[in-house]
């Protein structure tokens, strides 16, 4: 799957796009946009959803991430810079496209054979405005075929469809192990690729058009004269503007 390069143009069109939207509504702009609209990316697993996500963001912003977080423990607040391939699985199973159907598995347990899949970006997106347990709901979502009926499956059972799902879809969990310098205690963190991605989209786009508004003023250049100009010799007519 192509990932797409993203111009100082198109990241304002897609800010302004996905500024009324929810997390989940962004997570599918961002991945119609890294995939420049080649591929139904709605039917993407959660391991190739990261994996274009992340190949994204490094294509625009670099591998680096700069994450915080408080310890559980003594609320210490830390600051930790992620690198991409700690997002990644150390040994990934073939990731899938969005053409081709989420890998399964099967387990019997209390009397009931289950088939499960993996997630997929569309069970977000179907439960995003739904009640109360949208685990549960994701989860029944994730059950292919079951015996008795998916819909009376008990909540255990569903817990080990939820306990098995790394295993065939190694990358939709994005965790990375933290330790705190104060108390020593150690934990691991999710980290939310679309909505890091996200942020710092969002940031940089308020920060150029800050740009346009200030050399608007000072010049009377339009927003596409200020995109002509590189971000280097933008600075400089900033700064010679006062």
């Not at 993407?44 to 959803?49: E, F, I, K, P, R």
């Not at 912003?61 to 559980?72: M, R, V």
């Not at 010049?219 to 004269?225: A, H, K, L, V």
Request: with cysteine; aromatic share 6%; hydrophobic share 45%.
């Amino acid at each position: 799957m192509v990932v797409a390069e993203l111009t100082e143009a198109q990241l304002l069109s897609v800010w302004e796009s996905g500024s009324g939207q929810g997390p989940r509504g962004r997570a599918l702009l961002l991945a119609r946009t890294a995939a420049g609209d080649a591929e139904p990316v709605a039917d993407l697993t959660l391991a190739a959803l990261h994996a274009l996500l992340l190949g994204f963001r490094e294509r625009a912003f670099g591998s680096s991430l700069p994450c915080a977080a408080d310890c559980p423990v003594c609320k210490e607040p830390l600051e930790v810079a992620v690198e991409s391939e700690e997002l990644r699985p150390s040994a990934p199973a073939a990731v899938p496209g969005a053409r081709t159907a989420p890998p399964t598995g099967s387990f019997r347990a209390d009397g009931c054979d289950v088939t499960y899949r993996a997630l997929t970006l569309r069970d977000l997106l179907a439960v995003a405005n739904g009640g109360r347990d949208v685990r549960r709901a994701l989860l029944q979502r994730c059950v292919v075929s079951a015996t008795p009926d998916a819909g009376s499956l008990p909540g255990n059972v569903l817990e080990e469809v939820a306990r098995r799902l790394p295993g065939i879809d190694p990358g939709a969990e994005t965790t990375v192990a933290l330790e705190c310098p104060g108390c020593g205690h150690a934990w691991s963190a999710e980290v939310d690729v679309a909505g890091h991605l996200w942020a710092e989209i969002e940031g940089y786009a308020r920060r150029l058009l800050y740009e346009v508004h200030a050399l608007a003023r000072a010049y009377g250049w339009t927003e596409q004269d200020v995109l002509a100009v590189s971000p280097a010799r933008r600075r400089f007519y900033l700064e010679a503007a006062g």
